[in-house]
C-alpha cells in the first residue's frame, strides 16, 4: 500500500516537472517586443498589389527558409525551424512585433533591417497577412508623403572631427524640427555600409552629432560617400546621402588594373602566355615531326 | 640465326589471343551491363543535376574529383615503363610496354569524361574554352592531359607499325575490314632498315618528349589543389608527393594486367616469373619513396600543428576520416612494402593481391586528399544543417564514379582483341640479338 502511494507521488511530480520544463520552452520560444514597436502599424495599404510585391521580395529573401507560407515546406534542419507564416502561432502576432522580427531578428533568422527598406518589409508583412481571412488592418496614422517634407544637412567639423545631423521638417506652418527621431550614420565602402558609432535620438532642436573616426580612407579627394537614415514617428523613414571631405585621401590604384595572375585573361602575365604557347609550340611541332616521319615511312613501303 | 619454326611459334602464340571466345563475351555482356546501369545513374544526374549526389556548397569536390586524380595517376605508369625504363636500357622492361601504354592511354582519355561528370551538365566543359583564363591551373590540366593523351596513343602506335603488318599476314580468319584495317595501319611497313630507322628514331623521340609531359600532367593535377590556400593542401611538395603516388598505383595496374593476361592468354613463357620479380621490387622502390614524401607532408604540419591544421590533422589521425586514412596507408603502403621484401611475396599469385589493396588503396587515397580538406574551411561552417558539412557520397554517385572504371576496363579489354599485348616484332629480335 506504502508503496503504491509512493509510486504515485512520483508519477505526480514528474508530471509537473516535465510540464514546466514544456511550458517554459514554450515560452521561450515566443517574442519579446518593446511595447511601442509592438503597437505600431503600417502606412502602406494591405492590399492585392502589395501583397503582390511582397511575395516577389518573400520569394527571394525568405522563402528558402520559410518555405511557401501555408505548404509546411520549411527548411526542417534549421535550428529552430522557421515557423510557417500562414501558422495560426504567427498570425497572433501584431503588425507591429512581424515588422520588428523580420528587422532585427533574432540568431538563425537574419536581421533584414539594413537589407529592405520599411515599404519592403510592410509589403512582406501585406504579403503575410494575405492567407488570414480573419486579419483586419489598422492603419497607421502616418502619411508616407510626409517624409518628403523633411530636409537633412549635414555638417562636418575638421577641428573636432564630429559631423551635426540637422533634420527639419518643411511644414505649411513653418519649419519643425524632428525629435527624438532615430538616425543613423553610414559610411560607403567596397562591400556595404560601415555604421558609424551607433543609432542615436535627435534632441529637441532635431539635431545629432557623430564623432567620426579619424582614419576613415576617402577617395583621391578624400570624399566619403554618407549616408543617413531617420526613423521619426510621425515622418517615417528618411534616407538621405551625400559625399563630404571627411576621409584620407587614398589613391590606390585597383588591384585588376595591370595584368596578374588573378585578372582576367586579357590582362595575363605576359611571362605566362610566352611560356604556355611556346611549350604549346615545342610540342606541336614534336608531333608534326612525328606525323611527317610516318608519312615518309608509307612512302618507302610503296617502293 | 634464329630458325623459322621459333619465329612462327612465338607468332602464333602471342596472337593466339585476338580472337572472340566466349569467355570474352561473358565478359563484355558483364561489363557492358554493368555500364548501362551506370549511364542510368548518370541520366538521373543530367535531370536532377549534381543535387543526386553528396556534394554541396562546401564539400563541391568529392567522389568524382578523387576519381579523377586516380585516373591521372594510374595513366603515369606508361612513361615509367615505356619512357624511363626503355631509355635506361633495362631491356627486361619491353614487353611490358605496350600493357603499360595500353593502361596509359585508357586511363588518360577517361580521365577527361571523369571531369565532365563532376560538371554537372556536361557543355559546361566549353566554358573552359570560351572562359578560360590561361592563369589557371585548370586550363594548364586540360592542356597536359590532352597532350599526354595523344603521345601515349603514338607511343601505343608506333611500335606497333611492325605487328600491325604482321596481323595483316597472319590473321587470315578475322574479318575482312579488321584485316583491311591492319593493312592501313601497317602502313606499308616491309621492314627495311630506313623505316626501321624511323621508327627507332620516333620512338625515342616520343619517349623523350613523354617524360616532361607525364611529369606536367600530375604536377599540375596537383598544383588544382596546391595553388589554394587551405589547410592540406597548401603544401609546396604537392607535386612530387602526388608524382610518386602516381608511379605506385600505376605499378600496381600494370602487376595485375600482366597477372590476367597471362593466366588468360597462357602468356607464360613471355610474361615470366622474372618479370614479376623485377615489378615487385619496382613496387617497393617507388612504394618506399611515396612512404617518404607521405612522412614530409603528414609529419612536418603534424609537428607543428598550426590551429587550422591540427583541426584537419586530428580528423585524419583519430578523428571521423582516421579508419580510412590508417588502412590505406598501412594497408595500401606500409604491408605491401614489407611484404614484397620477401621473394616469395614476388610470385605472381601473392603479388596479384598484394597489387589489389595497393590499387584500391591509392584511390581511397586520393579521396583522403580531397575530401577531408574540404570539409575543413578557414571560415566556419555556421547554420547549416549536417549533411552540409559531413559529405556522404549518394549512390546515385558511387555508380556515377564506376562507370569510367568500367570504360577503362571495356577499352582495354577490346584493344587486348585487337592487338598483340606483348611485340612480336621486338621479341623476335630480342631473341636474335640473344642468339647472335
Not at chain 1, 230 to 257: A, C, H, M, R, W
Not at chain 2, 324 to 342: D, E, N, R, T
Request: aromatic fraction near 12%; proline fraction near 4%.
Amino acid at each position: 500500500m506504502f508503496k503504491k502511494y509512493n509510486y504515485l507521488k512520483f508519477s505526480i511530480s514528474f508530471l509537473l516537472i516535465a510540464l514546466f520544463f514544456l511550458n517554459t520552452n514554450a515560452q521561450k520560444q515566443r517574442w519579446d517586443v518593446p511595447a511601442d514597436k509592438k503597437a505600431k502599424n503600417s502606412y502602406i495599404k494591405f492590399d492585392n498589389a502589395s501583397s503582390k510585391d511582397g511575395e516577389a521580395i518573400y520569394t527571394k529573401n525568405c522563402l528558402s527558409c520559410h518555405g511557401n507560407p501555408g505548404k509546411g515546406n520549411s527548411m526542417k534542419t534549421l535550428k529552430p525551424i522557421p515557423p510557417d507564416l500562414y501558422s495560426s502561432l504567427t498570425q497572433e502576432l501584431t503588425d507591429g512585433e512581424l515588422f520588428y522580427i523580420i528587422s532585427v531578428g533574432r540568431l538563425v533568422m537574419p536581421a533584414f533591417k539594413d537589407i529592405l527598406s520599411e515599404e519592403d518589409r510592410w509589403k512582406l508583412i501585406s504579403y503575410v497577412r494575405s492567407g488570414n481571412k480573419k486579419y483586419v488592418q489598422v492603419l497607421s496614422k502616418t502619411d508616407p508623403n510626409k517624409s518628403k517634407l523633411v530636409k537633412i544637412k549635414l555638417d562636418f567639423d575638421s577641428l573636432t572631427n564630429k559631423i551635426k545631423v540637422i533634420a527639419n521638417a518643411a511644414e505649411k506652418t513653418g519649419i519643425i524640427p524632428l525629435k527624438d527621431a532615430e538616425v543613423s550614420l553610414f559610411a560607403k565602402r567596397y562591400f556595404g555600409k560601415l555604421q558609424i558609432e551607433k543609432t542615436i535620438r535627435t534632441n529637441s532642436e532635431g539635431i545629432v552629432i557623430f564623432n567620426f573616426p579619424k582614419d576613415l580612407p576617402g577617395d583621391k579627394a578624400g570624399l566619403v560617400d554618407l549616408s543617413v537614415k531617420i526613423n521619426d514617428e510621425v515622418y517615417g523613414e528618411i534616407e538621405f546621402q551625400n559625399k563630404l571631405k571627411v576621409g584620407i585621401p587614398t589613391d590606390k590604384p585597383s588591384l585588376t588594373e595591370k595584368r596578374a595572375i588573378w585578372n582576367v585573361l586579357k590582362k595575363a602575365p605576359i611571362w605566362l602566355i610566352i611560356t604556355y604557347t611556346s611549350l604549346v609550340f615545342l610540342v606541336g611541332f614534336v608531333l608534326l615531326f612525328i606525323v611527317k616521319n610516318l608519312m615518309k615511312l608509307r612512302k618507302l613501303g610503296n617502293n | 640465326m634464329l630458325d623459322q619454326s621459333k619465329i612462327d611459334k612465338i607468332t602464333s602464340d602471342l596472337l593466339r589471343h585476338i580472337r572472340l571466345n566466349n569467355k570474352f563475351v561473358l565478359w563484355m555482356g558483364f561489363l557492358g551491363i554493368s555500364f548501362v546501369v551506370c549511364l542510368y545513374a548518370y541520366t538521373l544526374q543530367l535531370k536532377e543535376g549534381l543535387s543526386v549526389t553528396g556534394l554541396g556548397d562546401y564539400v563541391s569536390w568529392g567522389m568524382y574529383i578523387a576519381n579523377f586524380v586516380f585516373f591521372v595517376a594510374t595513366s603515369l605508369i606508361g612513361m615509367l615503363i615505356s619512357a624511363v625504363l626503355g631509355l635506361s636500357g633495362a631491356k627486361w622492361a619491353s614487353p611490358l610496354a605496350r600493357i603499360a601504354e595500353i593502361i596509359a592511354l585508357a586511363f588518360a582519355a577517361v580521365a577527361g569524361l571523369v571531369i565532365v561528370s563532376d560538371m554537372g551538365h556536361p557543355e559546361r566543359l566549353l566554358n573552359v574554352f570560351m572562359y578560360g583564363r590561361l592563369q589557371s591551373p585548370i586550363v594548364w590540366d586540360v592542356t597536359v592531359v590532352s597532350i599526354y593523351v595523344v603521345i601515349s596513343a603514338l607511343l601505343l602506335y608506333l611500335p606497333l607499325i611492325p605487328d600491325m603488318k604482321i596481323c595483316y599476314d597472319k590473321l587470315d580468319k578475322v574479318p575482312k575490314f579488321q584485316r583491311n584495317i591492319y593493312k592501313i595501319l601497317s602502313l606499308n611497313w616491309n621492314g627495311s632498315l630506313e623505316q626501321q630507322r624511323i621508327i627507332k628514331q620516333s620512338t625515342r623521340i616520343l619517349a623523350i618528349l613523354i617524360i616532361p609531359v607525364a611529369l606536367a600532367i600530375h604536377t599540375v593535377t596537383s598544383w588544382l589543389f596546391a595553388a589554394t590556400s587551405r589547410v592540406g593542401w597548401d603544401s609546396s611538395i604537392f607535386g612530387p608527393y602526388f608524382v610518386t603516388g602516381a608511379f605506385v598505383s600505376g605499378t600496381a595496374a600494370v602487376i595485375i594486367a600482366m597477372y590476367i593476361y597471362r593466366k588468360n592468354y597462357r602468356l607464360e613463357d613471355y610474361i615470366t616469373e622474372l618479370h614479376f620479380d623485377k615489378m615487385g621490387k619496382l613496387l617497393v622502390l617507388v612504394s618506399l619513396v611515396y612512404l617518404y614524401f607521405n612522412l614530409n607532408e603528414f609529419m612536418v604540419p603534424g609537428y607543428k600543428m598550426k590551429k587550422f591544421d591540427a583541426t584537419h590533422l586530428n580528423d585524419l589521425f583519430a578523428g571521423s576520416h582516421a579508419a580510412m586514412f590508417w588502412a590505406v596507408q598501412i594497408l595500401g603502403l606500409v604491408l605491401p612494402i614489407l611484404l614484397l621484401l620477401f621473394r616469395k611475396m614476388r610470385k605472381p599469385g601473392p603479388m596479384m593481391i598484394i597489387a589489389l589493396f595497393v590499387i584500391v588503396g591509392a584511390w581511397f587515397k586520393r579521396y583522403i586528399i580531397v575530401v577531408p580538406t574540404m570539409e575543413h574551411p578557414y571560415l566556419p561552417i555556421q547554420n547549416v544543417p549536417i549533411n552540409f558539412k559531413i559529405y556522404s557520397p549518394t549512390i546515385t554517385e558511387t555508380l556515377i564514379t564506376i562507370a569510367p572504371i568500367i570504360l577503362v576496363l571495356i577499352i582495354i579489354t577490346v584493344l587486348s582483341k585487337l592487338v598483340p599485348i606483348i611485340p612480336i616484332q621486338e621479341t623476335i629480335e630480342h631473341l636474335e640479338e640473344e642468339t647472335k
